[in-house]
């Protein structure tokens, strides 16, 4: 396993309820895993407590059989954050700068811009671009962090839904041709069926299950819609609208 979450219980005060209690789940490397479920059951907070923005209060969290450390893994918001004051060329270099990685030059960030659809906007700011562009200069300036662990926080989330599948397919073909292990948080059922090897739901009552994707790859936006897509879907509308908010 490359990461493995064993017997996490956290809470944000010492008082509150817990967010999770004796929270186990093992991603294998090579996967790409979805996290879904209401709000409030805590799929941000378990990327907090990967990067190390938040310590568990029981349990622990292995990388590759050892204890999980701050910049173990690569990570994106659901907002660019992309600096304005930046071209996009030195808004995808800044990992590589706070690292002190001279493995990493001008040239070769450029190369991975025009990899990408960007080789036109090399010298552009952030303001110039389009959502599907910004987020794809947020992506790779997630991948060039070189963590084989990347976590997605609803990245195309404030996306419109032509621009959305745009970029499903294409962060499917990346993560294809890298072979990265990708961790991603979702509201959108058929983004999760799309994606993913396995989708984890994180119920209300502090449980959690797994739901395995069987739809061949390489995909394609079309088989959300086909008879086995439909059904995965119909399941997890029904397993997610059965709680309460």
Known sequence: MVISIQHVT????QDAP???????????????VSIIGRSGTGKSTIFKLMTGLLTPDEGQILMDNRQIAPGDVGFMPQKDLLLPWRTILENVMIAAEIQNNAMLTKEQAIVWLERV???DYVHAYPKELSGGMRQRAAFLRALLTGKEVLLLDEPFGALDTFTKKEMQTWL???????????LFITHDLEEAILLSDRIIILHQDKSIEEITVNLPRPRMNEMSYSETGIALRRMLERKISSEMD
């Open 10 to 13: 956290y809470a944000f005060e």
């Open 117 to 119: 659809g960007l080789k």
């Open 18 to 32: 817990p967010v999770f209690t004796n929270l186990n789940l093992d991603i294998k490397q090579g996967e790409f």
């Open 172 to 182: 499917l073909s990346m993560w294809q041709q890298l072979k990265k292990t990708v």
